[in-house]
């Protein structure tokens, strides 16, 4: 993910990463994450990457339903999985260990009919404009 830049490669540097897991081949479902470093926060680069996550999973892999998780005192993640069409299913009770304390997490989904209607609906899923 390209920080700024003119499109010189000497100008870009790595500020995050992401990836999709197969969780569950048989039934086609794909677990997507992100992290930014802090101060790429708040500038569409999560946002950006997720919808492209999950265009991928749902257009190239073919996979039928797409989750993701984020630590519950997270609002900023839980936000751009709620803004990228993603449903709350429920909280994950001390689900991971994080600086010695055991934390919750929030389980989100989206199926491939859900993400089909967004894009009919012209709510698409792919590259959104980066707030400066």
């Not at 999709?20 to 999560?46: C, P, Q, V």
Request: glycine content about 12%.
């Amino acid at each position: 993910m390209p920080k700024e830049g003119d499109g010189d490669p000497e100008k870009f540097r790595l500020i995050g990463g992401c990836k999709i897991h197969m969780t569950d081949r048989g039934n086609r479902e794909g677990e997507i994450g992100y992290y930014l470093e802090r101060e790429s926060w708040k500038k569409g680069f999560a946002t950006e990457t997720a919808r492209a996550l999950l265009a991928f999973g749902f257009s190239r892999l073919g996979l039928h339903r797409m989750v993701a998780l984020c630590f519950v005192e997270n609002r900023g993640s839980a936000h751009v999985l709620e803004k990228i069409g993603m449903t709350r299913e429920g909280v994950l009770r001390k689900h991971r260990l994080k600086d010695g304390q055991w934390v919750d997490s929030y389980l989100y989904s989206i199926l491939d009919s859900e993400w089909e209607a967004l894009q009919k609906n012209g709510n698409r899923i792919g590259p959104v404009e980066r707030r400066s």
